[in-house]
């Protein structure tokens, strides 16, 4: 009896001890001239600012998902800004403790909801040798989605 309640008590321990992501109520990408924002539903809508376009898509729920898996990492990084300490990151400014180019243009995400604000910010000048893989994977994420590209720097 002892055995069949152990075991019955390691699963339960273990089934509610999984950490799962919590829930998002939206994601917005912003990008040189370019701005995303996504509900939880997959509602999209985007405005391209040089342009003067505005939009709107859906994605689905595999792709929303596949959307989640690949900015969770960057939510979860020692880099995520608290939306309470946003307001001194932007007064700060961002630092580049390293080679920086200048206009190399960057990214940033927001995601909120009901347990989380948080945000993500990547300037792809600041040591784009090093940061290279990081920054092709924030690339290719905002190229998943269907909006426009974001602009060009000079």
Known sequence: M???FASSLAVCLTACSATEAP??????I????????????GNGRFKQYSKGTEGR???SAAQFAELRKRTEPFRLSRDAIS???????????????????????GISFHWSG??????????????????ATRNGELRAI???LPVPKSDALP
Do not use: K
């Open 2 to 4: 002892r055995f069949y």
């Open 23 to 28: 829930p998002i109520e939206q994601l917005e």
């Open 30 to 41: 912003w990008a040189p001239g370019l701005e995303v924002a996504i509900d939880g539903h």
């Open 57 to 59: 898509f859906t994605l």
């Open 83 to 105: 939306s309470e300490r946003i307001s001194a990151f932007i007064a700060a400014g961002q630092r580049c403790d390293g080679d920086y180019v200048t206009d190399n243009g």
């Open 114 to 131: 009901r347990s989380m604000n948080q945000f993500y910010a990547v300037d792809y000048g600041c040591e784009r040798v090093r940061y």
């Open 142 to 144: 905002l190229a998943s």
